[in-house]
């Protein structure tokens, strides 16, 4: 698909309406062109959880990777979900992930979670723990990050 673009006169030997003109067909193109991109990116969406995958790599007739197209999730995370964390975890394990509540003059400072303490300890114990991890997480934001390479 190939998106053809005429040589413009230069913006500055525009009148007032013409500049006003092109902007307005600019932004209708761009909205255009917006529809385009997202119905594109839905579909690399369903490509990958077709293939259960986070990624598209596209290779040539040589082998090599041509495309490379990556879903990177960001989450967010309710830390009262961890709660059930304080009896799975052992007291080593929550001293790295955990800070506990405690006065500092003159204000009380509440219990805090290190979200990535917590979801590397986790991770590596996996079961339970992990489910408890997951189940207080939700999905925030989610883009694809796009590089061609050949």
């Known amino acids: 698909m190939v998106i053809e673009t005429k040589p413009k006169p230069p913006l500055d030997s525009l009148t007032e309406r013409e500049l006003l003109e092109a902007y307005e067909d600019a ?51 309710d830390h009262s979900g961890f709660t059930p964390l304080l009896e799975e975890l052992t007291q080593t394990e929550l001293r790295k992930c955990r800070t506990e509540g405690h006065m500092s003059e003159p204000t009380w400072i509440p219990p805090k979670w290190h979200t990535q303490q917590v979801k590397s300890i986790v991770t590596k114990r996996g079961g339970k723990s992990l489910a408890t991890f997951n189940r207080a997480r ?3 934001s989610t883009k694809l990050v796009f590089e061609r390479l050949l």
């Open 27 to 77: 932004l209708a193109k761009m909205e255009g062109y917006k529809e385009i991109v997202d119905r594109i990116q839905m579909a690399i969406y369903r490509r990958m959880n077709d293939n259960n995958s986070t990624a598209l790599l596209v290779g040539n007739a040589d082998g090599e990777q041509m495309f490379t197209c990556e879903r990177h999730d960001t989450y967010e995370y």
């Open 138 to 140: 939700t999905p925030k």
